[in-house]
């Protein structure tokens, strides 16, 4: 099951994505294991209490309730093997999907306002994308290569902008995005602004997005 955004804000990266619904979180998780060689992880689930949906870890006010590890040592549980993927989410099917980044890509996140912004400017520039996700925390996640999180600093800084004025952050090593179907609690689940396809299979580096993402969240303050 992949979510997708329709109509997202007339962007057309994200509103002509298909929609594919009907594949359980296991057969997702195996498929991003299989077919793209992301490492992934199980983390915590939405589970039914008193009518209401709330985090597996049992924290009534867990901001990301369904969609955060369900154990310290979760990085090393991360696993590029479907066939070790399957045995965890038949532990537990439920399980939301994340995806640990610093290893086969980091993510350039910034804010959903800003992220659609910068869509539309690459489409304009041509930039070639890698997958791009939209969280329910209103977060939208741009695939990198790996080592984006080193890199970014520097080249924020020549671009005349100061990391520390926008909300750009780069999550690499010993960070994690949530992958769509996720959901978190009853926000809504992670979609794709630009799923993943044969197409953009190889990642853009930091490099060549940096500019019109901190342009736009330059725009975004």
């Known amino acids: 099951m992949e ?17 594919q619904r009907g594949e359980s979180l296991l057969e997702t998780a195996v498929r991003y294991a299989e077919e793209r060689h992301w490492d992934v992880f199980p983390g915590t689930w939405l589970e039914a209490v008193d009518g209401m ?13 369904g969609a955060h590890p369900a154990r310290p040592d979760w990085a090393t549980q991360a696993t590029g093997s479907a066939t070790v993927a ?10 939301s999907i994340l995806l640990p980044t610093g290893r086969t890509f980091d993510a350039l996140s910034v804010p959903e306002s800003a992220g659609f912004l910068a869509l539309a400017r690459m ?3 041509e930039l070639t994308l890698g997958p791009v996700t939209l969280a329910p925390d ?12 080193a890199k970014v600093p520097d080249l924020v800084r020549k671009l005349g902008w ?3 004025s926008l909300d750009l ?53």
Do not use: K
């Open 123 to 125: 489409e304009r520039m």
């Open 3 to 19: 979510e997708t955004i329709a109509g997202a804000q007339d962007t057309q990266m994200a509103g002509h994505i298909p929609q």
């Open 53 to 65: 949906q709330r985090c597996s870890c049992g924290d009534t006010s867990c901001p990301a309730p």
């Open 162 to 164: 100061s990391l520390s």
């Open 138 to 149: 209103r977060r939208m996640h741009f695939f990198v290569l790996p080592g984006a999180s």
């Open 169 to 221: 952050v780069a999550l690499g090593e010993g960070a994690y995005v949530a992958a769509p179907p996720t959901r978190f609690g009853s926000r809504g689940a992670v979609q794709w602004a630009c799923r993943p396809t044969p197409a953009n299979r190889w990642l853009p580096d930091a490099e060549e997005l940096i500019s019109p993402l901190s342009y736009a969240c330059g725009r975004d303050r």
């Open 86 to 95: 399957r045995r965890m989410w038949q532990r537990q099917p439920t399980a």
